[in-house]
């Protein structure tokens, strides 16, 4: 009842997800094991001093804090029941 085609197809697309996980592997493994908080927050602002169009920059940073943040209200649980 399968058909040979279906079966092929599927086994190329796992063939390229096995890929594309293997190269990710590999970049994760070129990165840094640990990262802190105050590292990450200087290179993105040593990013801004330099960055061209700083104001776009800034404004979408903005719009992604909100963003988050309204998400962060939407999921929280109501309390009034």
Do not use: Y
């Amino acid at each position: 009842m399968s058909d040979p085609t279906v079966e092929q197809r599927l086994a190329e697309l796992e063939a390229a997800s096995d890929a594309r996980r293997a190269e990710l592997r590999s970049v994760l493994d070129d990165l840094p094991a640990a990262l802190s908080r105050r590292t990450l927050v200087r290179a993105a602002a040593a990013d801004l001093r330099r960055a061209p169009g700083k104001t776009d920059v800034v404004r979408r940073g903005a719009k992604k804090v909100v963003r988050l943040a309204t998400a962060r209200i939407r999921r929280r649980p109501s309390t009034e029941r």
